[in-house]
């Protein structure tokens, strides 16, 4: 059966649809996931890509674009893990670098918690936004409660956020030359 039949059927209340919709595509989606990602990272962006498609797919106006729709959410997924991914890698490489440069007897948490404090200050005098943001991310908060907070859409969240952790490794990369 056709996948956007049985989002069809689900959607009219078949819970054995339902339940072999979202298996279906939770295999689909990890395969493709690890074609980006390795094992545990796909299998996390195919949850949270059922998930979603579990908690939208009945307000979708029709069944006639389910398949590129759903697939959609995976490729944002996984776009936004490689981001995250390639993020953390590029401020541990930093990290690195200035642990390696750097005496690290010599610099206690206070100065570097202080050096933190200050950059954060800088980033906020550019823009209050993304030190907002920095602090929601840190504090734990989902994306779209973010997003909601500051009034902006997702996606555009998703670019302050960006910029702000640019602007912040740029600030803290000033401090520690």
Same mark, same amino acid.
């Given at each position: ?9 689900? @959607? ?14 939770? +295999?689909?989606?990890?395969? !493709?996931?690890k074609l980006y990602l390795g094992h545990e990272d796909a299998q996390d ?14 307000? !979708? ?9 759903? %697939?959609?959410?995976? @490729? ?18 930093? @990290? ?16 570097? @918690? ?8 800088? +980033? ?5 936004? %993304? ?25 555009? !969240?998703? +670019?302050?956020? %960006?910029?702000?952790?640019t602007l912040l490794a740029e600030k803290l990369e000033d401090r520690h030359?």
């Amino acid at each position: 059966m056709e996948l956007s039949e049985t989002a069809r059927r689900a @959607r009219n209340g078949d819970s054995q649809a339902e339940s072999r919709l979202f298996q279906t595509l939770h +295999v689909r989606f990890v395969i !493709l996931a690890k074609l980006y990602l390795g094992h545990e990272d796909a299998q996390d962006a195919a949850q949270q890509a059922c998930l979603t498609v579990a908690q939208k797919y009945r307000e !979708l106006p029709s069944e006639d674009g389910f398949n590129a729709w759903a %697939y959609q959410i995976l @490729r944002n997924k996984i776009g936004n893990m490689l981001q995250h991914k390639k993020v953390e890698n590029k401020v541990l490489s930093k @990290r690195e670098n200035f642990d390696a440069t750097s005496n690290a007897d010599a610099i206690d948490a206070d100065l570097m @918690r202080e050096s933190l404090i200050k950059a954060m200050r800088e +980033v906020g005098k550019q823009d209050r936004r %993304y030190l907002r943001i920095l602090n929601l991310v840190h504090l734990g908060y989902a994306a779209d409660e973010i997003a909601q907070r500051i009034g902006v859409n997702r996606n555009h !969240l998703y +670019v302050l956020l %960006y910029r702000g952790r640019t602007l912040l490794a740029e600030k803290l990369e000033d401090r520690h030359e």
